[in-house]
């Protein structure tokens, strides 16, 4: 068994905001996948190569590698340094999205992913997290909302939405979004059969947050007895 907690869903359901928190409980490590997807899209970007297909020799050159940041927090380098707020906009995440329907893409960043399992357990947060990646993953859970509150919390995120833009349209991107990463054939966004499903419609974040903490932890309280 993969000592992870593998946090999947759809965009802007909560679930870096929940991960984290659970890390920082359990005083373990936070992977965030998407920056993954991100980061390649933001590099072809930058050398003008067309999202449809990124060359496998192109993905040879990316270097990603996750380092502690001035809070001593892990966070994706590429290229030798941090992307920040630069992979948190709009575009990047239309971009991510494209390119991470391609087979070669996903075959890189499994992996750049599996390597992050080791002796001490981490949370990891992605789409296929407990689906593709870590199948065996000691904890699985898939976070989601509805479509409409999806939209609302990514509308209060500062930097991630164009300026100025309206509910309807950040409704429209996310569902594009929900389309692709739903839709496509390999490594569809969908929740493991093994996964607890939890809808944060309704929720606070620290709702979920001890709803997640509340299963792991009583995990491992029965193991010890
Ligand atoms: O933060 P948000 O949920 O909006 O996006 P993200 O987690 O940063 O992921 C950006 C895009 O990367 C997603 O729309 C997916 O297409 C892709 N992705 C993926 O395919 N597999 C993952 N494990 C993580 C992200």
Redesign the pocket.
């Known amino acids: 068994m993969s000592k992870v907690i593998a946090i999947d869903g759809?965009?802007?359901?909560g679930?870096?905001t929940v991960a984290k928190a659970v890390a920082e409980a359990l005083h373990i490590a936070y992977v965030?996948?998407?920056?993954l997807?991100?980061a390649v899209a933001l590099a072809a970007q930058r050398a003008g190569i067309p999202l449809e297909t990124i060359p496998e020799g192109f993905l040879k050159t990316l270097r990603l590698t996750y380092r502690p940041d001035d809070s001593g927090k892990y966070e994706l380098e590429l290229d030798g340094a941090f992307p920040g707020a630069e992979l948190r906009t709009a575009e990047v995440?239309a971009g991510?999205?494209r390119v991470?329907a391609q087979p070669a893409v996903r075959e890189f960043l499994l992996g750049v992913q599996r390597g992050f399992a080791g002796e001490r357990l981490i949370v990891m947060?992605?789409?296929?997290?407990g689906t593709v990646?870590f199948p065996d993953a000691e904890y699985k859970f898939f976070v989601t909302a509805t479509p409409e509150e999806r939209a609302r919390r990514r509308l209060a995120q500062a930097g991630e939405v164009p300026d100025g833009a309206t509910l309807a349209e950040v409704a429209r991107s996310i569902a594009e979004?929900d389309r692709?990463?739903s839709c496509r054939p390999i490594?569809p966004l969908k929740p493991a059969p093994d996964a607890e499903i939890i809808d944060t419609t309704g929720m606070t974040i620290p709702e979920v947050v001890a709803a997640i903490l509340r299963r792991v932890g009583a995990d491992s309280t029965q193991r010890r007895s």
């Open positions: 759809p965009a802007a359901s679930k870096s965030n996948t998407g920056s997807y991100r995440a991510a999205s991470a947060e992605g789409r296929d997290i990646i979004r692709q990463d490594a």
